[in-house]
């Protein structure tokens, strides 16, 4: 396409499980981790999770009507996923505090690699911001890494936040940097 897909962006609910299980299961989609590392939090069972642990999981908290995240839509069909919800519902490896009231956290993003370079970061970080906001959020954190890193490229690039107007606050270790978007 020469103008690049019309993204739409909603929340995963129960009523669109399958399109998020289709992109997940998909050709390079990220079926091991399921987006379940950074929900993680003291009452997990020891072991590590396998894949279906971890979809049953996410699974869960979707039947449970807590926010995960968000799938883009290309021209109607499922292409991109970011997971999003109230800080509170992840582990303490994002930034080691407590959380503050209103805080959401924006931890990783897929795009199927035939949607890349076509605007959906942006299209789904501002769909983050409007549904964060809406949900009662009144600040998006996120932890993007230097274009340059080996790992947790998942979590996005600093440059790319920055040009959408977040703000650095901080580091998670040597690659992550966390960054912050007041929302209005």
């Known amino acids: 396409m020469a103008n690049g897909p019309t993204w739409q962006v909603h929340p ?5 499980w399958r399109d998020i299980s289709a992109l997940f299961e998909g050709r390079g989609g990220p079926r091991q981790c399921w987006c379940m590392v950074w929900r993680k939090d003291k009452d997990d069972k020891p072991g590590k999770p396998g894949a279906e642990d ?3 999981a996410l699974h869960g908290l979707v039947q449970a009507g807590k926010p995960i995240g968000l799938l883009g839509y ?10 999003l919800a109230p800080r509170a519902g992840f582990g303490k490896s994002l930034s ?4 503050e009231p209103g805080l959401w956290s924006l ?3 897929f795009i199927r690699a035939d949607h890349r370079r076509q605007a959906g970061f942006a299209a789904l970080v501002a769909a983050a911001e409007i549904h964060a906001c809406a949900m009662g959020g009144t600040m998006l954190e996120a ?3 230097d274009p340059d890193s080996p790992s947790y ?3 996005g690039f600093l440059p790319k936040y920055e040009e959408l107007g977040f703000q650095a606050v901080s580091r998670i270790g040597s690659r992550r940097h966390v960054v912050r978007k007041a929302l209005i």
């Not at 995963?12 to 669109?16: E, F, K, L, M, P």
């Not at 080691?96 to 959380?99: H, L, Q, R, T, V």
């Open 54 to 56: 971890r979809r049953v």
């Open 12 to 16: 995963v609910t129960q009523a669109n």
């Open 153 to 155: 490229r998942f979590s």
């Open 107 to 109: 931890t990783c993003f």
């Open 143 to 145: 932890y993007p890494v």
């Open 96 to 99: 080691g505090n407590d959380p």
């Open 74 to 83: 290309a021209d109607g069909q499922p292409v991109a996923w970011c997971s």
